[in-house]
């Protein structure tokens, strides 16, 4: 069986212990492509769900997938065990504010300076 045909199935794991999947996907899929399955299949009882792919960081073997990349470039010898499952961690990222802009606060506790001098 070819590379790009091998069938790999994956379950997300979220910041609360909850899962996602699992799901099988070929080596050839996008970390994109998976990212955008997350959001699919976000549970929707939680809050803070992700957007868009920009929100979503997905972590495999220590390290952040990139999105340009393939699941096949990405593979741990983990994922080399048949018939196992490898399991992903999503971190979702609270969109950042637009160049130019500024968080503002109309709490006047937020707004104080606190200085001590000895």
Do not use: Y
Request: proline share 6%; hydrophobic share 30%.
């Amino acid at each position: 069986m070819s590379k790009t045909q091998e069938q790999l199935d994956i379950k997300f794991r979220l910041t609360d212990g909850s899962d996602i999947g699992p799901k099988s996907f070929t080596a050839a899929t996008s970390v994109t492509t998976l990212k955008e399955a997350v959001i699919a299949q976000w549970p929707k009882e939680k809050d803070n769900g992700p957007r868009t792919v920009k929100d979503v960081k997905i972590i495999s073997a220590g390290r952040i997938l990139e999105n340009n990349r393939t699941l096949g470039e990405c593979r741990s010898p983990m994922c080399d065990i048949p018939g196992s499952v490898t399991t992903m961690h999503v971190v979702v990222q609270a969109p950042s504010l637009e160049k130019g802009e500024k968080k503002t606060s109309n709490d006047p506790k937020q707004n104080r300076c606190l200085c001590v001098i000895l």
